[in-house]
């Protein structure tokens, strides 16, 4: 076998940085709006094995440079390695695997030093519009996504129909319909079928055939650097399904809340409107808060009770999360 070059491998350590704010899910990016930079991307760096002991280590010392936020819960999501995806055409540089991680804070008091930075948090639903559900099923839905993807599906069919017909069921389990629910954990499924049918920049500007082929781009939410905005969709997906099994949804409130707030938050995150009565009905049988004996005017109308939550409740059952059942037609 005829010696061939290798090429070098770089790996990346990429974060997702969440917080709530004014019931509005949010995500640290620099570049973008207000910084001087055309594109926006998540905070991000090489791993360097001499100055970073840990990859854990390394990922906290690339935000705190980039952004000057000290980060807390901060868990690995998946390692990124397709080719292409971070790479311009024609680059012979180093390939990048990026290990994403998905961070949870609450908003700093000093943004100023944010933006200092370079850096500033953003609206996660401007990236992906069609994952809010909480006033109903959006628009861009049927307006946008929904019409190119079906024509793409029915597009296979002329030369192999087996493939359309698997283009369609895809679809159907992705974007619901057919009798399919719509499921608000598939949004790197989600994202990943738009890509694949060249309907987000990023497919256009990595070079994808079915992008190319199109001569109109759809504007479907704000694109990102390299692959951050895939990283940023497995983020979501992995926060709405830890949501039901650890109460991770606490380290993204402040030490004492009203329920109303609690549930704001979750409705946040998840993307869909809740049942008032029924989701207090499951925080209370969780057991996951304990009142505070203090009240709060900040929701307006009659003040309302305060609450915090109980740590002990990780030692007394092994998945003690909120257990919101079903999914939105």
Not at 12 to 38: F, H, N, Q, R
Not at 69 to 82: K, N, P
Not at 225 to 250: G, W
Request: proline letters at 7%; one cysteine or more.
């Amino acid at each position: 076998m005829a010696d061939s070059a290798l090429t070098p491998i770089e790996i990346g350590l990429t974060a997702a940085i969440v917080a709530v704010e004014a019931d509005e899910p949010i995500i640290l990016v620099t570049g973008g709006s207000g910084t001087g930079a055309t594109i926006p991307g998540l905070p991000f760096g090489p791993f360097d094995p001499i100055a970073h002991r840990t990859l854990d280590i390394g990922l906290r010392g690339w935000v705190k440079a980039q952004t000057a936020l000290t980060v807390g819960y901060v868990e690995q999501l998946y390692t990124f390695g397709d080719r292409g995806r971070h790479a311009r055409p024609d680059d012979a540089g180093p390939h990048m695997v990026s290990v994403g991680y998905l961070a949870l804070t609450r908003v700093p008091k000093n943004v100023a030093a944010l933006r200092a930075a370079g850096a500033g948090f953003e609206p996660w639903y401007r990236f992906f519009p069609w994952e809010d559900w909480r006033d109903g099923r959006p628009a861009i839905l049927n307006d946008a996504i929904l019409p190119p993807l079906e024509q793409w599906a029915r597009a296979a069919g002329r030369d192999d129909p087996a493939r359309a017909g698997g283009r369609r069921a895809r679809l159907r389990l992705c974007f619901g319909g057919g009798g399919s629910p719509w499921d608000e954990e598939k949004v790197l499924d989600r994202y990943e079928l738009l890509y694949d049918a060249g309907l987000v920049e990023e497919a256009h500007r990595d070079g994808r055939e079915a992008a190319l082929a199109r001569s109109k781009m759809p504007v479907l939410g704000v694109p990102m650097r390299y692959d951050h905005r895939r990283i940023l969709a497995t983020a979501i997906a992995r926060l709405r399904a830890k949501l039901k099994y650890r109460p991770v949804v606490f380290e993204l409130m402040a030490p004492e809340f009203s329920l109303t707030e609690l549930q704001r938050t979750v409705e946040a995150i998840s993307g869909r409107h809740l049942h008032k009565q029924n989701f207090r009905r499951l925080v209370e049988t969780g057991a996951l808060v304990e009142p505070t004996g203090e009240t709060t005017a900040a929701t307006g109308g009659r003040p309302a009770a305060l609450f915090r939550f109980r740590h002990e409740v990780m030692q007394e059952r092994p998945a003690p999360g909120l257990r919101l059942g079903g999914r939105t037609s």
